[in-house]
């Protein structure tokens, strides 16, 4: 027998990964614009919202 060990450890609880999954309403051509841009550079859908979103949050201003 062998004196390695299996370590197990504690499944990560949903959203301790640090990300966060929700459902979001869009326009059907906004679909489509991100699919065709998923299809030009392999990314996935979700990547790119991802993308969009991180670079939206950062750039933009807030009017009062």
């Known amino acids: ?3 390695d060990i299996l370590i197990i450890k504690p499944k990560k609880l949903r959203g301790d990964d640090g ?10 051509e906004t679909v489509r614009k991100i699919d065709e841009i998923s299809s ?4 996935s859908r979700n990547e790119l919202i991802g993308i969009f979103l991180e670079y939206a949050t950062e750039h933009c201003k807030v009017e009062k």
Not at 40 to 43: A, E, L, N
């Open 1 to 3: 027998m062998s004196d």
């Open 19 to 28: 990300y966060k999954t929700f459902s979001i309403r869009i326009k059907e």
């Open 40 to 43: 030009q550079t392999g990314h």
